[in-house]
């Protein structure tokens, strides 16, 4: 069983930054892939940034250049780093984690909400 933790959302202004973090727990992260997802009411859940057990690292277009998720295997810890905020990034994040060989996120934390004021 994988547990994870998010944390690090907030309000913040357009043009801010913010910082979440998933602390992860319960299984050897590096067999993992990792992603953010981003819910907003009235739409689906958006996988907004992912990274592989190797490193590899994947956006969608909206956040490209503004957004950088990032891992680190002695803490267990995937973080994402958000700059240059706009409202629309505003929603709820959740971390999420993918087995290697798995081609879905089995695990997910309980969600953190950023709120981007314009």
């Known amino acids: 069983q994988v547990q994870l933790v998010e944390s690090g959302g907030g309000l913040v202004q357009a043009g801010g930054s913010l910082n979440l973090s998933c602390q992860v727990s319960?299984?050897?992260?590096?067999?993992?892939?990792m992603g953010w997802f981003r819910q907003v009411p009235g739409k689906q859940r958006e996988l907004v940034a992912s990274?592989?057990?190797?490193?590899?690292?994947g956006y969608i277009d909206s956040v490209k250049g503004r957004f950088t998720i990032a891992r680190d295997t002695n803490k267990n810890t995937i973080y994402l780093h958000m700059n240059n905020l706009k409202p629309e990034d505003t929603g709820v994040y959740f971390c999420?984690?993918?087995?290697?060989?798995?081609?879905?996120?089995?695990?997910w934390g309980q969600g953190t909400e950023v709120t981007v004021s314009s």
């Open positions: 990274i592989t057990n190797i490193g590899n690292t």
């Open positions: 999420a984690a993918r087995a290697n060989g798995r081609n879905y996120y089995g695990y």
């Open positions: 319960g299984r050897t992260f590096v067999n993992y892939s």
